[in-house]
């Protein structure tokens, strides 16, 4: 961590705990970042009103009634009556704009150690997505395995079928001259 940032000492693990994945996009709800950011969330929603033409749809947007019932029932929120507004989600990307549009030195340091933290992400899953293509490739070798598998209980199954069918007309009296 470089000195201009290390007042900051939130854990990563706090700050990757309040980063979703939506619309198959990263984002922090504006509620933490307000925390984060030590603002009230009614001040960050208007500053980024305010601002609105400096963030596009993928540095910003506001979720919709279904995307927040989901992250209700993952997330614990108070009990106080519910919101009025939908939550805004923020890419990485509108968290660094949105340090812009707040112009406070705390939000400056606190987007850099959370866009830090993206980039960490980022380069975990990178690490990590060889191993992952490898237990794909394993899990497709298991898969042709199983199917060969079956195929010879299949073939043994058939066997013990004719096996039987040869016993019982075996067993049957022969009809006939003698």
Do not use: C, W
Request: aromatic residues 8%; without cysteine; charged residues 30%.
């Amino acid at each position: 961590m470089s000195d201009s940032t290390n007042f900051i000492t939130i854990p990563d693990e706090v700050i990757m705990n309040k980063i979703y994945l939506l619309r198959g996009l990263k984002v922090m709800l504006d509620n933490d970042l307000a925390k984060l950011y030590e603002v009230d969330t009614k001040a960050l929603k208007q500053a980024v009103k305010r601002n609105i033409d400096i963030s596009p749809e993928h540095f910003m947007f506001e979720l919709t009634d279904e995307e927040f019932k989901y992250l209700r029932s993952q997330i614990v929120t108070s009990n106080r009556g519910g919101i009025r507004y939908m939550p805004y989600a923020f890419t990485e990307l509108g968290v660094l704009q949105l340090a812009n549009v707040l112009r406070s030195i705390r939000a400056r340091k606190m987007s850099i150690r959370i866009i830090e933290v993206f980039v960490r992400m980022r380069e975990m899953l990178s690490a990590h997505k060889d191993i992952l293509l490898k237990l794909e490739q394993i899990q497709l070798k298991d898969l042709e395995q199983d199917k060969k598998i079956e195929l010879i209980f299949e073939y043994l199954k058939q066997l013990e079928n004719t096996k039987e069918q040869e016993l019982f007309y075996k067993k049957r009296a022969k009809i006939g001259f003698k």
